[in-house]
């Protein structure tokens, strides 16, 4: 059974930084996308940031230049590194992962991927 287990959320003023992991075991994802999303009390589910096997990376716009996601695919572990933290930043966030990307194909639909950690908190304060 896939389990993916997040860490690192917390309490941080408005430019600080909190540095979310996320492992996963139970499965292999060699040629898996692993990513983060964020969700909003009353919003949908929003891609945040991701990275394929292949070492691809995408973010979304609102995140571009502030966070940094890096990954260890032997270890099955994927972090987020969020530096100059927003007000709008504050909300849960959520590890997931897309189990096969055949071409590494990066995709930031909540639909594609398959597996999701249970969420993480995010408080910034102004």
């Known amino acids: 059974q896939v389990q993916l287990v997040e860490s690192g959320g917390g309490l941080v003023q408005a430019g600080g930084s909190l540095r979310l992991s996320c492992t996963a075991s139970?499965?292999?994802?060699?040629?898996?996308?692993m990513g983060w999303f964020r969700q909003a009390p009353g919003r949908e589910r929003e891609f945040v940031a991701a990275?394929?096997?292949?070492?691809?990376?995408d973010y979304a716009e609102s995140v571009k230049g502030r966070f940094t996601i890096s990954r260890d695919s032997a270890k099955n572990m994927v972090w987020l590194q969020m530096n100059s933290l927003k007000a709008e930043d504050k909300t849960v966030y959520y590890c997931?992962?897309?189990?096969?990307?055949?071409?590494?194909?990066?995709?930031?639909?909540?639909?594609?991927?398959?597996?999701w950690g249970q969420g993480t908190q995010v408080t910034v304060s102004s």
């Open positions: 997931a992962v897309d189990g096969v990307s055949l071409l590494g194909v990066i995709r930031t639909d909540r639909s594609a991927y398959d597996y």
């Open positions: 139970g499965g292999t994802f060699s040629r898996g996308v």
């Open positions: 990275v394929s096997w292949s070492g691809r990376i």
